[in-house]
């Protein structure tokens, strides 16, 4: 007699296992400790087996009774259900091995552990995860056509990202260059798209022109809205002209403050090369002011609910912006290579200075401290002019002609 709901509601754990016969070989399990499974017996090939169709109540009658039909059907055309099942299930996770997510994941990971800093790794990772691996990410990396690449791409765009749509379509492109050096995938459908998409605008960070910085830096002094700590941060930027995250998660012990010099670890540099700053007296005395204010911690600019934890990314830019200053704290770089390049100092230690420029890791480790003396004469000279523009002084710039580099 098939079963009925009411029948499997009633049904209560005994002292040993038992089984509820409902009809053509399906039945329901009642488990000691009180679990209730579907399950079909039959036969293929001579051999009696049985099939697992769901637990009750997740799985209800009907819904049962559904899969013991299908089932049926398969044997009626000769295919062992069980077998089936398992072959789909290895198949199913072949896939997910293969499928863009799994090995985009794979891939940022290693970039993430032996070459970007953390700010970089979480950027690329996010960008990925918001646009691509919701429509792409279960696909078979083999599988994915250029078509549906730029399909995803062209919707960033129109949405107004062009910038981000660019970056993603390179890694993307990165990806599909593991995957074939791994052996899951032959093609690259980022390299197709390389013409299909608008060229991203170039960019550029908002800095303080040199009009401005008198100004600014008198500013610095009495800015109530933002906490002393900003305000030197802000100072220090301007004075190193570092890129922001780079001084953000700097640590006391990596200053060396009677050689005047200050050496950022390799894994907070873009291309993973430790970077030396010479210290100006005019810097060593800001950070000396700092110290005052957070030299007990490890961090110059410690959170406030997490000492061990930086300052926000935001902190700086939020502050410029409640100053008045429509620029962004990467713009201090931008600013300092203006001048110093109108003040005649050469291109050359400017950019070592910048750490712009050198992409082969082992040449930019060998030439980290390239034009040194000239970079310390040029960071005193930085830090003296910024001084005097703090204190209201007309200054006109040193022209040092003959410097720059032929």
């Known amino acids: 007699m098939p079963l009925t709901n009411t029948k499997i509601r009633a049904a209560k754990p005994a ?4 089984r509820l016969s409902d009809e053509k070989g399906m039945y329901l399990e009642v488990t000691k400790a009180g679990g209730r499974y579907w399950r079909m017996k039959y036969r293929h090939l001579g051999k009696e087996k049985r099939l697992a169709l769901g637990v009750y109540p997740e799985t209800s009658l009907a819904q049962a009774r559904a899969k013991r039909d299908e089932a049926r059907a398969q044997l009626a055309e000769g295919t062992d259900p069980g077998q089936a099942r398992k072959t789909a299930k290895q198949e199913q996770a072949k ?8 090995i985009a994941r794979e891939w940022h990971g290693i970039q993430a552990a032996g070459r970007w800093t953390e700010g970089h790794a979480t950027k690329t990772l996010q960008g990925l995860e918001k646009h691509i691996f919701p429509t792409l990410g279960h696909r078979p990396i083999a599988d994915i056509t250029p078509a549906e690449l730029l399909a995803v791409l062209k919707a960033m765009r129109a949405g107004g990202t062009i910038d981000r749509a660019n970056r993603l ?5 990165e990806v599909f260059r593991y995957g074939i050096v791994t052996g899951r995938n032959e093609g690259n459908p980022a390299a197709d798209l390389v013409r299909a998409l608008q060229p991203s605008r170039q960019r550029h960070f908002a800095a303080l022109t040199k009009d401005q910085l008198p100004s600014f830096l008198q500013a610095l002094q009495k800015e109530h809205r933002a906490s002393p700590v900003t305000c030197l941060g802000l100072k220090l930027l301007a004075l190193t002209f570092v890129r922001p995250g780079e001084l953000r998660q700097a640590k006391w012990e990596e200053f060396d403050i009677e050689a005047g010099m200050w050496e950022v670890p390799a894994e907070r540099m873009k291309m993973r090369v430790s970077h030396l700053v010479p210290l100006s007296p005019e810097t060593l005395a800001t950070l ?12 110059l600019f410690p959170g406030r609910s997490n000492i061990r934890k930086p300052i926000s990314d935001n902190t700086w830019r939020q502050a410029l912006h409640s100053m008045g200053y429509k620029v ?18 050469r291109a050359d230690a400017i950019e070592r200075q910048l750490s712009h420029g050198e992409r082969n890791k082992v040449r930019a480790a060998y030439n980290r401290a390239e034009y040194l003396e000239e970079r310390r004469e040029m960071m005193n000279h930085w830090g003296a002019y ?8 007309k200054v006109v710039p040193i022209r040092r002609h003959g410097r720059k580099a032929s």
Do not use: V
Request: hydrophobic share 35%; with cysteine.
């Open 15 to 18: 002292d040993k296992t038992y």
């Open 328 to 345: 962004t704290a990467h713009g201090f770089r931008a600013t300092a290579s203006t001048l110093l390049n109108e003040m005649g100092y």
């Open 386 to 393: 910024l001084a005097a523009l703090e204190k209201g002084q």
């Open 288 to 299: 000396e002011q700092l110290r005052e204010l957070t030299g007990n911690a490890d961090l």
């Open 169 to 173: 379509r390179q890694t993307c492109g």
């Open 95 to 102: 896939a997910s091995a293969n499928s863009f997510e799994t």
